[in-house]
């Protein structure tokens, strides 16, 4: 009868510890650390999580592989991470924080540039090839699969043959500062619809926007 009675509290405790790892999220904005990177193309990842900690009010705080705040909306509670490790190790502050806080694959977004997408254009897929962004290709590597949700953000590819370096690295223009704002807006609900609503509404919702 107390082995039965154990087994019974031990299998609602294991439930209990599903349930509330499926009600967790890490969002991932992808970028490269210094000040010389802050307002960079392709330090939007980076620029999408400092939106969101911003207008709710959170302070990122120093961990291992990264830095790291807490958003807690509607009974989820959003890891939002931004590796350290500069972006062709991404991978690693992914796959950490992941193991860490026990959060299952289909609760990660990762937000990061895309050159092949007009400025501003989103497009949310649930897997996909890293489409040469050294950053998607580490977290491939170190998690071992294509699986998870990226989030791209067009940065569009204005650049004369051999600058794709200088321009991914430098700052937005006069007229894309202008419209980030609104796509930063946009971003914040991306993340927020993602953990509430789950990834198909959000990408019925948001793709092409």
């Known amino acids: 009868m107390i082995k039965w009675i154990t087994k019974l509290f031990s299998s609602k405790s294991k439930e209990e510890n599903i349930g509330d790892n499926m009600k967790k999220y890490l969002i991932v904005g992808l970028g490269n650390i210094g000040a010389e990177y802050v307002n960079t193309r392709h330090n939007i990842g980076f620029k999408v999580l400092d939106f969101l900690a911003k207008k709710e009010g959170l302070l990122f705080e120093t961990v291992k592989l990264g830095s790291l705040a807490e958003y ?7 890891f939002l991470l931004k590796p350290n490790t500069y972006m062709n190790l991404s991978g690693k502050a992914v796959k950490y ?3 860490k806080e026990n959060i299952p694959l289909e609760n990660i977004l990762v937000i ?8 501003g254009t989103i497009r949310i897929k649930p897997k ?4 040469g962004h050294n950053g998607l290709k580490n977290i491939n590597l170190v998690l071992n699969t294509q699986n998870y949700t990226r989030y791209r953000f067009g940065i569009s590819d204005q650049f004369k043959k051999g600058q794709q370096i200088d321009y991914v690295l430098g700052e937005w223009n006069a007229e894309e500062e202008a419209k980030l704002s609104e796509r930063l807006e946009v971003s914040a ?8 609503a789950g990834l198909e509404n959000t990408m019925t919702t948001f793709n092409g926007k």
């Open 72 to 78: 807690k909306f509607k009974g989820r509670t959003f």
């Open 112 to 119: 990061t540039d895309d050159l092949n997408l007009s400025f």
């Open 189 to 196: 609900e991306i993340i927020k619809t993602f953990g509430t």
């Open 97 to 99: 924080w992941m193991d």
């Open 128 to 131: 996909g090839s890293d489409g």
